[in-house]
């Protein structure tokens, strides 16, 4: 079946650096991907539509130049939290559906998050 | 803007049927409904999805009302792995998923 692939799967660094997290479909094509953010027992928040040659499209409240996305090919996606600090630790998470199988109904397919900690 | 109304939380005993209800009234005639579970401190898992047609696959099965409102999603004998948080989910404009609170599901031994 189609595999996304996150890494790192979990991270922790000092406050204001700034961290890239990878999202890979490795299986399939994905002209979009998606982004979301979990805090703790809350349920997945979207947070961007990540578009593959053109600019993600944020959801609102989401803050565009906190969280940079770059999709530049069809089978990755990139997450850069600039300035990190602790209330942006959360579970991290990116999903993705297969262009190469036809209709829009079909599901996406998660990766298994990446769990950043701010120090 | 989650369109999906589930109860928080469900017990279902090892080895029986556990069905997880979801109440879906505003949803539009072409949209699908989704049903994902969640094991902590992992990624989503695809259960199965449906339109208005009732759908079996080897994990589950999907019942959809004839009014598409609501929908049961049947886990047919139950395990302990099956505890999770299940989502049900209906697809949105630009295939964006917009996740509600979910079904806590505990399998008690």
């Known amino acids: 079946g189609a595999v996304v692939s996150q890494h790192p799967s979990w991270v922790i660094c000092k406050s204001g650096t700034s961290v890239k997290i990878e999202c890979r479909s490795l299986?399939?094509?994905?002209?979009?991907m998606f982004w979301y953010r979990q805090f703790p027992k809350q349920s997945l928040m979207l947070m961007a539509t990540s578009n593959e040659g053109s600019k993600a499209t944020y959801e609102q409240g989401v803050e565009k130049d906190k969280f940079l996305i770059n999709h530049a090919s069809l089978t990755l996606s990139t997450l850069t939290v600039t300035s990190a600090h602790p209330e942006d630790s959360s579970f991290y998470i990116c999903?993705?559906?297969?262009?190469?199988?036809?209709?829009?109904?079909?599901?996406?397919?998660f990766g298994d998050g990446t769990r950043l900690s701010i120090l | 803007d989650a369109k999906t109304t589930q109860p928080p939380s469900m017990d279902c005993a090892e080895g029986r049927a556990a069905n997880l209800p979801c109440n879906h009234s505003?949803?539009?005639?072409?949209?699908?409904v989704y049903w994902y579970r969640q094991i902590h401190s992992q990624g989503p898992q695809y259960i199965i999805h449906?339109?208005?047609n009732n759908e079996t696959n080897e994990m589950a099965s999907l019942i959809i009302t004839e009014d598409r409102k609501s929908s049961t999603l049947i886990l047919p004998h139950a395990t302990l792995r099956d505890t999770a948080v299940y989502y049900c989910i209906v697809l949105i404009l630009l295939n964006q998923f917009y996740f509600g609170t979910g079904t806590s599901l505990t399998v008690i031994p």
């Open positions: 449906g339109l208005k």
């Open positions: 999903s993705a559906r297969d262009i190469g199988v036809s209709g829009i109904n079909q599901p996406q397919h």
């Open positions: 505003t949803i539009s005639g072409n949209e699908y």
């Open positions: 299986d399939f094509q994905a002209t979009t």
